[in-house]
């Protein structure tokens, strides 16, 4: 969402991540698995429900940006630009 939103109105979005998190035999964010956490989670929360137990939600652990919407990853290892697949590379070929 703040992806997108940056994109409207014309504004840089960066991804902070560790370097450890890149894994190039990943090819595309399409492969990456994304954790489904507890409906429960969702449904209610500080001891307050907020929607019935048996309704069926989906609650993500994280999403996905798609790569067109990112300016740039800063990594513990310094800053990475498009084209991503080349630059993380050589990051990762940095020992």
Known sequence: ????????AHKPFYVVAPS?????ATRTGR???????NGEEVRAFAGCRAAPAPTVV??????VTP???ITGFITD????????????????ARA
């Open 20 to 24: 450890s998190t890149f894994d190039l």
């Open 1 to 8: 969402m703040l992806a997108t939103l940056a994109r409207a």
């Open 77 to 92: 290892r310094g800053i990475l630009t498009s084209p991503f697949r080349q630059s993380i590379a050589r990051l990762l």
């Open 67 to 69: 790569a067109r919407l």
């Open 31 to 37: 492969q990456i698995a994304v954790e489904e956490r």
């Open 58 to 63: 989906f609650n993500p652990a994280f999403d």
